[in-house]
């Protein structure tokens, strides 16, 4: 996926007097990708969470939390 993300400065105000577009490039990552990922880079899974306040992980998850450390 790809879009662009906009960033609004504003005066005291509220007026906008910057704004900046940046680029945004995103793709997914299925799980299994990215356990070899981590595993070619050397990294161990130390536990996988289905949110962040630590759910479990059961692959209907809408963010999925990666907690890993070099090998």
Do not use: H
Not at 25 to 52: A, P, S
């Amino acid at each position: 996926m790809s879009g662009n993300w906009k960033f609004d400065t504003l005066d005291d105000n509220g007026e906008i007097i910057e704004t900046r577009i940046r680029p945004l490039k995103m793709r997914q990552t299925y799980r299994q990708e990215m356990k070899y990922l981590l595993e070619l880079t050397g990294f161990e899974i130390v536990n996988v969470y289905g949110g962040y306040n630590k759910e479990s992980e059961d692959g209907l998850a809408a963010n999925v939390i990666w907690c890993v450390r070099k090998k």
